[in-house]
């Protein structure tokens, strides 16, 4: 989730915790708490496609950040022996495990049981910023600077809150899942990898991406469509022109296999499904080049900027939103011209035989 998120979720589960004791000064050390596992930004892995991999890794480990924070509680502790030393460990370790739990929620996945060789956890039922999920607790943590004999109740309160619109995304996740699940049934959809994620900043409008092999199927469903029908566009895969890497093969891993090739005019672009809406995809690389004799060979990664977006598209995927079925999942209404530069074209599945 973003830094506002998780500073307003850490100062909230500090408020609690604290209890009576609930200060301004508290609070503030939970939202610096609340953002200290995201400092894994400031390493440099070597380049953009290692940094991307690496992020929420070990400093998001449910391994790793008990011992963190039991070392920076007792070391509190220490430094001003104001509180019993069980509720000053409680509250650290608690402001830094919710962290990586609330991160696990979005597409993105977290490293929850680093080093264990397991995948990260991807719920994917949370967008990475989310203001209904995160308003809560900023009224609750602002609620309790000002009435500070209630401070700890009112951080309770925004947590009750938010998480149950945590777990009301988690419920209408299952029920796009379904939904999916029922339309593919018996279809050349059928049984293939798919990934649904929410659009931005809501949890009724949801992306579905259906991995084939020189396909992808990608679809909008909200809980507010009348007609349960999916719209499913289709788009070229492309193929990897050269031999494997660890790159790619980290990339693969990162995104699950949700991944697009395209040549741009002899520059191999690798691109992970799983983000953005429409043709805004932030998490393009540039892995491959051809030279002159037009073999490939492989280049030093690049992260590319992430594509147009209109200015129309917010206020389309809000009418879509709403339930507005003639709106693809390219944001375009069934009536505007195909777009040849991505050859996206709809299609209608057809029953297996």
Not at 153 to 165: E, F, N
């Amino acid at each position: 989730m973003d830094s506002i998120t998780q500073a307003a979720l850490g100062a909230a589960v500090a408020g609690l915790v604290s209890g009576k004791r609930c200060s301004p000064k508290v609070l503030l050390a939970g939202a610096a708490l609340g953002t200290l596992p995201d400092l894994d930004v400031l390493i440099d892995y070597g380049d953009p496609v290692a940094n991307t991999v690496n992020h929420r890794g070990f400093s998001h480990s449910l391994f790793v950040l008990p011992w963190v924070g039991a070392i920076i509680g007792w070391c509190g502790w220490r430094w001003r022996r104001q509180w019993p030393l069980w509720q000053v460990m409680t509250l650290v370790i608690a402001v830094l495990v919710t962290h990586p739990l609330l991160d696990a929620m979005t597409v993105y996945g977290t490293k929850l049981f680093w080093p264990l060789d397991v995948p990260s956890v991807a719920v994917a039922s949370l967008f990475i910023i989310d203001p209904l999920y995160t308003v809560p607790l900023l009224v609750s943590v602002i609620a309790a600077c000002i009435w500070r004999h209630r401070g700890a109740k009112a951080c309770g309160i925004g947590l009750a809150v938010s998480t149950l619109y945590l777990a009301s995304s988690v419920y209408q996740l299952e029920k796009i899942e379904v939904r999916v699940a029922t339309q593919t049934q018996g279809t050349d959809l059928a049984g293939r990898p798919h990934i649904i994620m929410p659009t931005p900043f809501n949890t009724l409008l949801w992306r579905v991406v259906i991995i084939g092999d020189d396909h992808y199927w990608e679809g909008l469903a909200s809980r507010l469509d009348k007609d349960k029908h999916i719209q499913w566009i289709t788009r070229p895969r492309g193929q990897w022109p050269l031999a494997g890497s660890e790159t790619l093969m980290a990339l693969r891993t990162f995104s699950r296999d949700f991944i697009r090739f395209e040549n741009r005019n002899g520059q191999q672009v690798v691109t992970d499904l799983r983000f953005g809406v429409a043709n805004y995809q932030p998490f393009q690389f540039l892995l491959a080049e051809q030279d002159a004799e037009g073999q490939w060979q492989s280049v030093m990664p690049k992260q590319l900027e992430p594509g147009p977006l209109r200015d129309s598209a917010l206020p389309t995927l809000w009418q879509r939103l709403l339930g507005d079925q003639s709106i693809d999942a390219r944001l375009c209404r069934q009536s505007c011209q195909k777009d040849a530069v991505d050859k996206t074209q709809s299609i209608s599945l057809n029953a297996k035989p």
